[in-house]
């Protein structure tokens, strides 16, 4: 009997539950071990407070999603999100009253998509359940990564005084001991040559392939930077984001445009909200790092400080006591950006996500791009030199060798251009949302960007904005394109500068020459 490959996927997060699903729909046995508990029946005690930043999804993540191929779970996952199409900025004009500037996302009427972000993990989670060769291990903390073997260590993990992450462990323990013909739903998996070592508190697996997908903070790739030669680099942007959330009036209707991401910029800090299913604002303040480490120390003077750099948001959508408990009680998370020079090691090993890419979320794209991840992975290096063979008949579904020969090498020389260049454009779109959308002239270009993409498309222009969220095109093409339209933007003010320049000598000369025509 030709036995099956086994995947085993770190981190149970969106894009690590969405790997395991690429994983598990093309027949391979798929191990996922998450360090939180299962967030559709566990527990909901044992899963620690992480701050919860709003998603946006747009074209890519769409798309990563729907190739999953699995029936109906892209309208699970949008069901009930909110379409956004435009940014509505909130300001002060010249004479101190609250203003709104309206600004439309894309050019061709293209939405972005806000839904809660646990959405995308607790669908593609329920998907896996229904997969007879996945299996999906909570409350487990990666603790040894063995390269040379193929073997990772696990420990489960008890978050409180319960005894429900020992009970968890024993019972897959047992599941684990209890061989079943491979191809049957809940079999476990086979082999006599691999011994598993399964105790009450740890758990080493073998594998033939293993995804990492455990965040900016990975397990996986510290082990990894001692196992290879690896460049790294990590900034932090010197600010902190907080949650908040806006309620609803009393009938749970909401107290703004639900159709617009709104956004309140200042010199040097910014409030983005997006509306939620129940009638709120989910929102993030990104404030620099030192004035929150002040107001931490002296809440008093923080609902005064809110007020004065965001306007419109206390009192209308909060009272001053509000906004200081939940700048109290909220989770201060440091945004960094964190580049590697490659993804992997050997065809045994893959970074993807957070983990191999870590960006601030000023366009949103943190997550999405982690799911991009999976779906270039999958099928432009992996499945397009294994196809043929299978096609063919060669290989039983999901015996083939997991990982092609140089597909983890093709991928990151592929992909690290490709997401560096969007922790950049993330980066420059910090000091955009906070400086470009006051400005009169940043503005006017974005509207006739907009203007030639509907009214002149043979020229291939668009925003920048729409070449992020709404297109496929590599990141490092979208950046090439964007420096092109800036480069012409510049040319064209120039020459009209210099028309204006000329026109204005002409036509003091000629005033010159009347005048002494006159005289």
């Known amino acids: ?117 646990e959405k995308v993990t607790k669908h593609c989670l329920l998907a896996l359940e229904k997969e007879p060769t996945a299996k999906l291990m909570f409350n487990y903390k990666m603790t040894n990564l063995d390269f040379d073997n193929k073997t990772a260590t696990f420990e489960s993990v008890v978050w409180r005084d319960t005894s429900y992450n020992l009970e968890q462990a024993d019972a897959n323990r047992n599941v684990d001991q209890d061989p079943q013909p491979v191809g049957q739903p809940g079999s476990a998996f086979q082999d006599s040559a691999i011994e598993v070592v399964d105790t009450l508190r740890f758990k080493t697996v073998k594998f033939d392939f293993l995804l990492g997908a455990d965040g900016t903070y990975s397990t996986v790739r510290q082990h990894l930077m001692r196992k290879t030669e690896i460049d790294f680099s990590q900034v932090y942007a010197n600010a902190l984001w907080c949650d908040f959330i806006f309620p609803g009036d009393a009938n749970a209707n909401y107290r703004m445009d639900p159709t617009c991401l709104h956004v309140w910029p200042a010199d040097e800090n910014i409030v983005m909200a997006q509306p939620d299913f129940d009638g709120s604002f989910r929102a993030g303040m990104v404030c620099r790092t030192d004035l929150v480490r002040h107001y931490e120390s002296h809440p008093d003077g923080f609902a005064n400080f809110f007020k004065e750099q965001f306007p419109g948001i206390v009192p209308q959508l909060l009272s001053e006591q509000e906004a200081t408990a939940q700048f109290v009680t909220h989770q201060k998370i440091p945004l960094k950006s964190v580049k590697l020079n490659k993804f992997g090691f050997k065809n045994d090993v893959l970074l993807l996500g957070d983990s191999s890419h870590t960006m601030t979320p000023f366009h949103a794209m943190g997550m999405i791009t982690g799911l991009e991840d999976v779906r270039i992975f999958f099928e432009d290096f992996r499945d397009q030199t294994l196809a043929p063979a299978i096609e063919d008949g060669v290989r039983e579904k999901g015996t083939a060798p997991f990982c092609p020969e140089n597909a983890v090498a093709a991928y990151s020389a592929y992909r690290v251009r490709d997401v560096n260049d969007m922790i950049d454009l993330t980066n420059e779109h910090y000091y955009e949302l906070r400086h470009g959308v006051r400005s009169p002239f940043a503005r006017a270009r974005k509207v006739c960007d907009a203007m030639l993409s509907r009214w002149v498309p043979f020229l291939g222009w668009a925003p920048l904005y729409a070449r992020v969220q709404f297109s496929h095109e590599r990141f490092s093409v979208v950046r090439k394109k964007e420096l092109w339209q800036k480069n012409i933007w510049n040319a064209v003010i120039a020459v009209l500068v210099a028309a204006v320049i000329r026109g204005a000598i002409i036509g003091s000369q000629l005033l010159v020459r009347r005048h002494n025509v006159r005289s």
């Open 1 to 117: 009997m030709t036995l099956r490959q086994k995947v085993v996927v770190v981190g149970g997060g969106p894009v690590g539950a969405l790997a395991a699903l690429y994983a598990s729909r093309r027949g391979y046995d798929t191990e996922l071990y998450e360090l939180r508990d299962d967030p559709n029946h566990g527990d909901p005690t044992l899963r620690p407070d992480f701050a919860v930043i709003p998603l946006a999804l747009s074209e890519r993540g769409i798309r990563a999603i729907e190739r999953a191929h699995v029936p109906g779970l892209l309208d699970d996952i949008l069901r009930d999100s909110r379409p956004i199409s435009v940014r509505m900025i909130h300001t002060r004009d010249k004479t101190g009253k609250l203003k709104e500037i309206p600004m439309t996302y894309g050019p061709h009427g293209q939405c972005l998509n806000t839904i809660q972000r």
